[in-house]
């Protein structure tokens, strides 16, 4: 399996952007990038997903390196309600729906 | 109710006992799926129903016995626990098992299990 690194920890500013980076240089051609997020004491939850091209919804933004090596995660503006675990996973053409979770990086969001 | 319920949300019991969690989707999903969380440790996908049939069962230990009577309703049966079980068993739904790109996965609260 196609496996991605994160940061374990990132600080943001309330109200600022926050650009979460995923590196996953082994990727595939076929493997789809999704994010999830993990409130703190609740279950991990959907925020985006992306192929090639850059992704926007309304909880978040998804750019994708060209070489699709790296993504990176953006929140436009944080809120305190941001703090959580994010995850950055891939998940391949051929593996059902199972999604393989790492460690993800925590963000912290001060006031 | 809406999303995915789990109950209860929190357990204690002894080596010895017999407990279940129940896990249940309002979202008309047929795929489900059981997750163990254990403290500093990543999400652990443990089993996975598709249409009320196993389709993933990850080298789980037998004293863990799912059950998805209903493509509606999934149960993780326990018995003989050790401490080290202790974890966050988190459920899931989604539309089906199909690889497809946009198949996202509604997890529930979970249950948070402490083995005395």
């Known amino acids: 399996d196609a496996k991605t690194t994160q940061p374990n920890s990132m600080e943001s500013n309330e109200e600022e952007p926050v650009h979460l980076p995923c590196n996953h240089s082994?990727?595939?051609?076929?493997?789809?990038i999704h994010w999830y997020r993990q409130l703190p004491s609740q279950g991990p939850e959907y925020v985006i997903h992306g192929l090639t091209s850059n992704v926007n919804n309304r909880m978040a933004s998804l750019a994708i390196a060209e070489d699709r090596k790296s993504s990176t995660l953006i929140l436009h503006r944080a809120t305190l309600r941001d703090a959580a675990v994010y995850y950055c996973i891939l998940k391949g053409i051929n593996a059902g729906n199972m999604l393989t979770f790492g460690g993800g990086t925590r963000l912290m969001v001060k006031p | 109710e809406t999303g995915v319920t789990q109950t209860p949300r929190h357990l204690v019991m002894g080596m010895t006992n017999k407990k279940s969690l129940k896990c249940e989707q309002h979202?008309?999903?047929?795929?489900m799926y059981w997750y163990k969380q254990s403290a500093k440790k990543p999400l652990e996908l443990m089993f996975v129903?598709?249409?009320?049939?196993?389709?993933e069962n990850n080298s789980v230990p037998s004293r863990f016995s799912p059950e998805c009577p209903n493509s509606s309703h999934l149960f993780l049966h326990l018995h003989t626990l050790q401490p080290e079980d202790s974890a966050l068993y988190l459920c899931?739904?989604?539309?089906?098992?199909?690889?497809?790109?946009?198949?996202?996965?509604?997890f529930g609260p979970g249950t948070r299990l402490t083995v005395l």
């Open positions: 082994t990727i595939s051609g076929t493997d789809y």
């Open positions: 899931a739904s989604s539309q089906d098992y199909g690889s497809w790109s946009y198949n996202e996965q509604f």
């Open positions: 129903y598709s249409l009320e049939e196993r389709v």
């Open positions: 979202l008309g999903h047929n795929a």
